[in-house]
Every structure is written in C-alpha cells, then in structure tokens.
C-alpha cells in the first residue's frame, strides 16, 4: 500500500494571497494539467503577453507553488515550468478568519476558484456536440441535499477525497503505461456547504 498523499496545506497568509489574482490561478491550473510548459505555451492558452505569464510564473516560484522543470529546455532560452507538487494545495478558512485581511483572501481566492471551475464547466457545456455521446453519457452534475452535522460532512469531504486520489491515481498509471487511447483530462467539482431555509 501506496502512503496517503495530501495536498499541502497552506497556512500562511502571504502565500494563500498570490492566488489573489485570477491569472496566476488560471497558470497554476494550467501547469497542473500539462505537467510542464513554458511561458510563451502558457501566453497561448491564457492569450497573455509570455513577458506578463513569465513575471506571474516567478512569483508563484517566489511562495514555492511552481518550479523550473529541469532537463526540459533544449537551447537553454526558454524556462519551462511544473508545479511544486503533483498533490496541489488547499487551506482551511479557519486558518484565516482571524483578522479582515486573512478573510479578505479566503474570500478572493475562493471565488477566483469557483470563478475559474465555472468558466471550464460553461465552456464544456458550449462544446457538448463534439465530444460525442461517449463523454457527453458520461458527464454528470450532481446535487443531494442532505442532513449532516460537522463532523459528518468532514467524514464525507475524506471519503470523497480518497475516491477521487485513486482514481487520479488510476489514470497516471495508465498513461505512464502508454494506455493514452480515449483518455481526455476530467475536471471533477464537488462542494458541499451548509445552508438555512
């Protein structure tokens, strides 16, 4: 059995706040997905200047979220990028709570978050018709309500969690077994928050 692998838990504050802006979020996520890339690749995708993603670039590698990708460059110009860790990040709004600032940023990070995952959803649901009705069966979105209490719903978020490490896991060994046929990158979003009618 494999050790459990957590994403790290971002307690300071100065870090939690480099995902104050909504681009180096969007770069993260990028590097996330294809592993490595350089600044002038990623200027593509988030149709950015490569001299503005290079300058958000270093300032995630400043809080320690990505990192050169040695052996990569074949002419030494061009830096390519990878995330630190291949379990990403999160942090708990209570780490924060405690002065207007640290809830200040809980609140812009979260939302560019949300931002940024509904952005992806609305631009898969304007491209339903070419994937074709293998994936488009596929897709779900999902709601349950529920009565939970606390520690139930912190019960919940483990098991999802778990689920969804295995399952990633399953899918880089499959590409690292060259298994790559039919097999696209999937975004799965769950939230679960309590609420009052």
Do not use: C
Not at 44 to 68: C, I, M, N, W
Not at 147 to 154: I, N, S
């Amino acid at each position: 059995m494999s050790p459990k692998r957590e994403p790290e838990r971002i307690t300071d504050l100065s870090r939690l706040k480099a995902f104050t802006n909504p681009l180096r979020m969007q770069l993260y996520r990028l590097l996330y997905v294809v592993g490595a890339a350089t600044a002038s690749q990623l200027a593509e995708q988030v149709d950015q200047a490569p001299s503005l993603v290079s300058y958000h670039l270093r300032k995630l590698a400043e809080h320690g979220f990505v990192t050169e990708a040695s052996g990569r460059s074949t002419d030494g110009r061009e830096r390519w990028w990878q995330v630190m860790s291949e379990e990403g990040w999160g942090f708990r709004d209570s780490d924060f709570a405690d002065t207007p600032e640290g809830a200040a940023a809980v609140g812009a990070v979260t939302r560019g978050i949300v931002d940024n995952r509904v952005t992806q959803y609305r631009a898969y649901l304007d491209q339903t018709a070419a994937w074709g009705k293998a994936w488009t069966d596929a897709a779900f979105t999902s709601e349950w309500m529920l009565d939970l209490t606390p520690a139930e719903l912190a019960e919940m978020s483990d098991e999802l969690q778990a689920l969804a490490r295995r399952w990633r896991e399953r899918g880089r060994a499959a590409k690292a077994a060259g298994d790559t046929e039919d097999r696209e990158h999937v975004s799965v979003h769950l939230y679960g928050f309590p609420f009052r009618l």
